[in-house]
């Protein structure tokens, strides 16, 4: 996208939005900038791979792992919590 056409859009931004929805919106696009960035990543070489997975098995047969109750658990509490920060920026 072209810096002009970002710019307009700025401008917009700064007249339809009120501060606390500024904020709200600019760490929602930090947040997603920072997960594609990650997700930008070189891919493994198999030999990685196959490292990451006997990891992974040694993890488990030392009982280094969650239930699928934590992690659900842990979901809804993140879920939470970003209602939370969206009510209060709203």
Same mark, same amino acid.
């Given at each position: 996208?072209? *810096?002009?056409?970002?710019?307009?859009? /700025? *401008?917009? /931004?700064?007249? $339809?939005?009120?501060?606390?929805?500024? +904020?709200?919106?600019?760490?929602?696009?930090?947040?997603? $900038?920072?997960?594609?960035?990650?997700?930008?990543?070189?891919?493994?070489?198999?030999?990685?791979?196959?490292? +990451?997975? @006997?990891?992974?098995?040694?993890?488990? @047969?030392?009982? +280094? &792992?969650?239930?699928?109750?934590?992690?659900? @658990?842990?979901?809804?509490? &993140? *879920?939470?919590?970003? *209602? /939370?920060?969206?009510?209060?920026?709203?």
């Amino acid at each position: 996208m072209s *810096e002009a056409t970002l710019t307009s859009l /700025l *401008e917009y /931004l700064y007249g $339809a939005l009120t501060p606390s929805n500024q +904020r709200w919106l600019a760490a929602h696009l930090i947040e997603h $900038a920072e997960i594609k960035e990650k997700e930008d990543l070189k891919p493994y070489t198999i030999e990685e791979l196959h490292e +990451r997975i @006997a990891q992974s098995e040694r993890d488990f @047969a030392e009982g +280094r &792992y969650f239930t699928d109750e934590e992690v659900f @658990a842990d979901l809804d509490e &993140y *879920e939470k919590q970003e *209602e /939370l920060q969206y009510d209060r920026a709203v």
